[in-house]
């Protein structure tokens, strides 16, 4: 429950991060055995050589949902209880009632929380952050639990090889707290969508949610399909509109950016955005190689990893970016 003696504008931090990733590995080579393709070409397409696979017998978009968070609240130096408001991040959650956050919530303490899933494909995350900073700015909440969690590869038909190839399971967290200083925080976000193109990337749970003209495709019903080229053309042009937006809007340059904290969709897309922009390798972290494409989680991992090891200081800027399924897509500058 928000302090009821705070009041007013308020700085945001990111306090914690952590993560919450499966054991199992599952490599090109492992690909190799049960379909047509092979490392080079899947390396050569997309950047990935492995991807991390969650057991259905030991795994949950729960447990790793949940392990994240209590990493996060661990780094933080928090308890679940401090927490106002569980976001959870995800378009694979094990169910939709309950809520995967509202069990994430008890799972890790924080009652009476408000708890509920965000549901925006490979933009959860940082729609959520948006949702996260706007809460705390405003004096609704003071502590916030943000998640992009992900079990996509039991969405997978792995008869497919343009699409299974793809993405993997993981989770990443933060914990977004108030702070004195209000410079720090969302300086500008976006959080935007049009559904006119969902069919570009879509889960048909039964026949009458498949449009007339994917009628013949023979992925599984239940399992993820995508218009391959039509999303890379949207990807690469979001992605360059939305850096320039943001630059635009804040007054910033490019070099004036310390991190661009990027969804990992596919190593051609990230640097087709480093060309656009001028983003030098060292302000562009990429890591889809060893986790492929994790949708919502995959900003939060490249967050964790870049706090982790210093890169991040206190009043450096970031800017986050992200676009998927809906068609959706979500940024922000931010001073952390």
């Given at each position: ?6 009041h007013?504008?308020?700085g ?10 499966p ?15 092979s ?12 991807r991390?696979?969650?057991?259905p017998d ?5 447990s ?45 303490g924080a009652?009476p929380?408000g708890a509920f899933?965000?549901?925006a ?20 909440a ?10 996509l590869?039991r ?8 699409v299974?190839i793809?993405f ?20 500008w976000?976006m959080?935007e969508?049009?559904g006119?193109d ?12 498949i449009?007339?003209w994917?009628?013949?495709n ?5 399992c993820?399909?995508m218009?391959g ?6 990807a ?11 630059l ?65 200081a206190?009043?450096?800027?970031a ?6 399924a ?5 940024a922000n500058v931010w001073?952390?």
């Amino acid at each position: 429950m928000t302090d009821p003696h705070f009041h007013g504008q308020a700085g945001v931090r990111i306090a914690g991060t952590g993560l919450g990733l499966p054991e199992g590995r599952l490599t090109n080579a492992d690909l190799e055995k049960i379909m047509d393709t092979s490392d080079e070409w899947i390396v050569q397409r997309t950047g990935i050589r492995e991807r991390r696979k969650a057991d259905p017998d030991q795994d949950s978009q729960l447990s790793m949902a949940t392990k994240a968070l209590d990493a996060a609240l661990s780094d933080a130096g928090m308890k679940g209880s401090d927490l106002d408001l569980v976001i959870n991040g995800t378009c694979s959650a094990d169910s939709t009632v309950p809520s995967g956050a509202c069990r994430v919530a008890a799972n890790v303490g924080a009652t009476p929380a408000g708890a509920f899933d965000l549901v925006a494909a490979c933009s959860s995350f940082v729609y959520a952050l948006n949702v996260a900073d706007t809460m705390v700015r405003s004096g609704r909440a003071k502590s916030v639990g943000v998640i992009g969690c992900e079990f996509l590869t039991r969405m997978m038909d792995y008869s497919d090889r343009r699409v299974s190839i793809l993405f993997g399971d993981g989770a990443g967290a933060a914990v977004v707290t108030a702070d004195e200083d209000t410079r720090r925080g969302c300086l500008w976000q976006m959080t935007e969508g049009d559904g006119r193109d969902w069919e570009k990337l879509y889960r048909p749970m039964d026949e009458s949610q498949i449009p007339e003209w994917d009628r013949e495709n023979p992925i599984q019903q239940g399992c993820i399909r995508m218009s391959g080229q039509d999303i890379y053309r949207f990807a690469v042009t979001k992605f360059g509109e939305v850096i320039a937006s943001g630059l635009e809007a804040t007054g910033l340059k490019s070099e004036d950016i310390s991190q661009f904290i990027c969804h990992q969709s596919n190593i051609r897309i990230l640097q087709k955005a480093m060309e656009r922009n001028e983003i030098p390798d060292e302000k562009l972290r990429i890591n889809i190689d060893r986790y492929g494409n994790t949708s919502a989680a995959s900003v939060p991992i490249i967050l964790h990893e870049l706090r982790s090891e210093g890169k991040l200081a206190a009043g450096d800027l970031a800017m986050f970016v992200a676009f998927g399924a809906g068609l959706t897509w979500a940024a922000n500058v931010w001073r952390v």
